[in-house]
T-cell receptor
């Protein structure tokens, strides 16, 4: 099993450009999450999904959109990138939420917006 | 509101000495509690989780954590640090009945030779 994979691993964008980050999991998990990690701030939840076809906003959703058309995939989109979106992005999945269900994380995508 | 506080942003220990990384949480009822480790430029890996079966939880690589409800703490320990333990460690709480996983701000562990 590959677990959770993320594409791409690195990306540099210019302000105003758009891009999509892909997350895929092969564990048949219901829940999927997108986080961003910035120095000294831990991980902050951008959006999450509790199942195929559903998405919801997390703590810092502004400037991002998501889609979950297939259970195994969770896409994060930036329509018009800004320097404030320079960060490391992590995708995670879990069988369910809480109730001692741990999250499984991808290796991350390092995004720089110039 | 639910929250997690990691009391030290940086901890330095000598190789072979004990490690203590402190975590306090606030949550109603019985939360799920986790410790994750992140090595440089890597994703997060689960070290251990509290499942209510026992208050002392054993994890991978010799790490343990003790759940103390009265102190709302879930401190991470290891008897003897190894150079490979140098990493960032995150305490995470998931309040019961929610989708949320609330992360602490992390503790960076440095192991000195």
């Amino acid at each position: 099993n590959a677990g959770v994979t993320q594409t791409p691993k690195f990306r540099v964008l210019k302000t105003g450009q758009s891009m999509t980050l892909l997350c895929a999991q092969d564990m048949n998990h219901e829940y999927m999450y997108w986080y961003r990690q910035d120095p000294g701030m831990g991980l902050r939840l951008i959006h999450y999904s509790v199942g195929e076809g559903t998405t919801a906003k997390g703590e810092v959703p502004d400037g991002y959109n998501v889609s979950r058309l297939k259970k195994q995939n969770f896409l994060l989109g930036l329509e018009s990138a800004a320097p404030s979106q320079t960060s490391v992005y992590f995708c995670a999945s879990s069988y369910r939420a809480g109730a001692y269900n741990e999250q499984f994380f991808g290796p991350g995508t390092r995004l720089t917006v110039l | 509101a639910q929250s997690v506080t990691q009391l030290d942003s940086h901890v330095s220990v000598s190789e072979g000495t004990p490690v203590l990384l402190r975590c306090n949480y606030s949550s109603s009822y019985s939360p799920s509690l986790f410790w994750y480790v992140q090595h440089p430029n890597k994703g997060l890996q689960l070290l251990l989780k509290y499942t209510s079966a026992a208050t002392l939880v054993k994890g991978i690589n010799g790490f343990e954590a003790e759940f103390k409800k009265s102190e709302t703490s879930f401190h991470l320990t290891k008897p003897s640090a190894h150079m490979s333990d140098a990493a960032e460690y995150f305490c995470v709480v998931s309040p019961s009945g929610t989708y949320k996983y609330i992360f602490g701000t992390g503790t960076r562990l440095k192991v000195l030779a």
